[in-house]
């Protein structure tokens, strides 16, 4: 069929064309600032660049293309088109369609304007659909000219084919190939929408519901983040990073002194050092890589360490320096360099890449830094976390949802003790310690018993891998290098052992959950989100025992990130009348704004007010959020409840 693709630069052109349609896709083409023609990701930057064009499509193999900065040709009244964008993209009886959503909600949020919904981000029902029978499509297979050749049957030309090098302005804007480019997006988008929903209801129902009430508003609300930044502290940063570099020109030193000249690069993980190790020295091989090689990581080193301690004393400082210098390396290219090179040199922060979908519970990941990955409080030497730093006059506010994975795994079991704990605002660590260790609960409570830290230690361990299967030795390795606590492989199995006892639901909902697993070949969170579990009835058992793993896994991680994006749609309602609150980051199971100070219990009020609500009817456990504000991430305090 033959697509009909005009040019528009008049409203009345538009609303003619629009008129009555509750679905509108719509798309945004966009070109460098003229100070940024040269940096050939400019046009993904609203901070460096510009609308240039808009289409919209109501109708299949239909499109208009509305010109609004083109350098060449006829444009619409700028101003005009901008006020009718607001409208458009705020009215709450059109559902607005869009391929990769977050891109067209950042450049709407840097000219003022939130998408509302009803929204549908086709990028995200493309990541909810399956590519195969057990295998739903990734990022990498969700582009658009991608899946208008797979699902539509058509090609669509590249960007460069149309412009021939030059930038999107730079083409006559009447020019019938930029006018079809422009527009095509817009009509494949509503196409694969109707392909997509088609696709969910009859194989996936809950998946379109997801997509159209989470997914989608929550593609919007990481445009929003993205737009906003992460503001730096850039001359603390700088100032630490000389700092580094000096320390780790000591360290290396100190560490040549005892292995002379070989080479051991930024993380003394070379091939060179690692020979030294188990050749030179002829060290044990306490652990193996996945191939079968000498390890070197940092759990290889803690185990040396301890072997040298008994074996061979006079290496043991080695290990110490070794780790020493690895931190102050991981410092500096993770947190010093790795932020610097994405600081924006138009606006003075990080913009870093937030993904809704790329893991298979459902969970949010970030690149291009990995803002989730910083330091904690307790383990950060040179205050990483100060170099993200609120302006002069402003806070940063974090809400943080208190323990929801251990809350959703205690409605999952249901079991009498862990429901009660939360009902009734009770600690449940300090219950978990009480069932593992045979003392009475307020005992569990006592600061001052000369086992409490051991044991509430133990108890967070086997509190946060309770739900996944926990085995013996991995409980021991957990609690050696995460937690620095030293139990036999025999301890941890009478651990699992009273906590199974102490929790008795706990098991009955493992096993029901893993052989529901089995039959099925997957498992579900409690909205419906699906993953496949194709090796769950394996022959090799560890394949089978990570796929049963999974199937516990799953419902409870993805669950939570279902009811965490559910309070970001809720929120991204409340921004219109509140563009004083700056979402900026997503981390695990907070959120983190930037807000003027003198609006901070209005911030917190309102957060909490969208985070707390029962999720579903279902849920049957009260939800926490708890709060902390800072003028840096690092210095954060939690506020006490009024």
Request: hydrophobic share 35%; with cysteine; proline share 5%.
């Amino acid at each position: 069929m033959e697509s009909n693709y005009i040019c528009v630069t008049t409203l009345d052109g538009i609303r003619n064309y629009i008129a009555g349609a509750t679905d509108v896709a719509f798309d945004f083409e966009t070109s460098p600032n003229d100070e940024y023609r040269d940096d050939e990701k400019a046009a993904l930057d609203p901070a460096k660049s510009h609308i240039v064009g808009c289409s919209f499509s109501v109708k299949e193999y239909t499109g208009i293309y509305v010109p609004v900065d083109h350098k060449v040709g006829t444009n619409i009244d700028k101003a005009e088109f901008l006020a009718f964008l607001r409208e458009f993209l705020m009215d709450k009886s059109i559902r607005k369609i869009a391929h990769n959503l977050s891109f067209e909600a950042m450049f709407s949020y840097y000219l003022g304007i939130v998408i509302l919904p009803p929204v549908y981000d086709t990028i995200a029902a493309s990541q909810m659909s399956l590519k195969s029978s057990t295998e739903f499509r990734g990022l990498s297979d969700s582009g658009l000219k991608k899946l208008a050749t797979e699902l539509c049957h058509e090609a669509i030309p590249t960007f460069t084919d149309v412009t021939g090098g030059k930038h999107f302005d730079e083409l006559d804007a009447q020019d019938t190939e930029a006018v079809r480019y422009g527009a095509a997006d817009s009509d494949y988008s509503l196409r694969l929408m109707h392909i997509f929903n088609s696709w969910f209801e009859r194989f996936l129902p809950k998946h379109k519901w997801i997509v159209e009430n989470i997914e989608s508003p929550t593609a919007v609300y990481l445009g929003i983040m993205k737009c906003n930044g992460v503001p730096i502290n850039l001359p603390l940063m700088l100032q630490r990073k000389e700092e580094a570099e000096n320390a780790m020109e000591q360290l290396r030193g100190q560490i040549a002194l005892i292995i002379g000249d070989v080479k051991i690069g930024s993380n003394c993980s070379t091939k060179a050092f690692k020979d030294y190790l188990y050749q030179t020295l002829n060290l044990p091989v306490l652990k193996t890589t996945n191939t079968d090689k000498e390890a070197a990581d940092d759990a290889t080193m803690t185990l040396l360490k301890e072997w040298c301690d008994e074996n061979r004393k006079e290496l043991s400082p080695l290990f110490a320096l070794v780790q020493e210098y690895r931190k102050w390396g991981k410092i500096k290219s993770t947190y010093i360099d790795g932020y610097l090179k994405y600081l924006n040199s138009a606006t003075g922060k990080i913009h870093p890449n937030m993904y809704a979908l790329s893991t298979d519970t459902g969970r949010f990941n970030c690149n291009h830094p990995n803002c989730q990955n910083m330091p904690r409080k307790t383990n950060d030497p040179i205050g990483v976390r100060n170099f993200i730093a609120a302006p002069e006059g402003y806070l940063i506010v974090s809400c943080d949802y208190s323990q929801i994975e251990l809350r959703v795994g205690a409605h999952y079991c249901q079991d009498e003790i862990m429901m009660e704990t939360y009902r009734t605002g009770g600690d449940i660590h300090a219950a978990t310690t009480s069932v593992v260790f045979g003392c009475s609960y307020s005992e569990a409570l006592d600061k001052h018993h000369p086992l409490y830290k051991e044991r509430r230690t133990i108890a967070k361990n086997v509190n946060f891998g309770t739900f996944y299967g926990l085995f013996p030795r991995g409980l021991q390795t957990t609690l050696k290098f995460k937690a620095g606590v030293v139990k036999s492989a025999l301890e941890c199995e009478t651990i699992i052992a009273n906590l199974k006892e102490g929790y008795p639901k706990l098991v009955t909902w493992q096993e029901e959950t893993k052989t529901g697993a089995a039959k099925r070949m997957y498992c579900e969170t409690r909205l419906g989100r699906r993953r496949y579990l194709p090796d769950i009835n394996s022959t090799d058992w560890g394949k089978k025992s990570f796929a049963e793993r999974q199937s516990m896994n799953t419902p409870i991680q993805g669950t939570a990130a279902d009811i965490l994006k559910l309070a970001l749609g809720r929120i991204l309602l409340g921004l219109p009348d509140r563009p004083w609150l700056q979402p900026i980051l997503q981390i695990h199971d907070e959120l983190t704004f930037i807000i003027p100070k003198e609006r901070l219990d209005e911030a917190v009020s309102y957060i909490k007010e969208c985070m707390q609500p029962q999720p579903f009817p279902e849920f049957d456990l009260p939800l926490v959020a708890e709060s902390s504000v800072g003028s840096t991430f690092g210095t954060m305090e939690e506020l006490e409840e009024t």
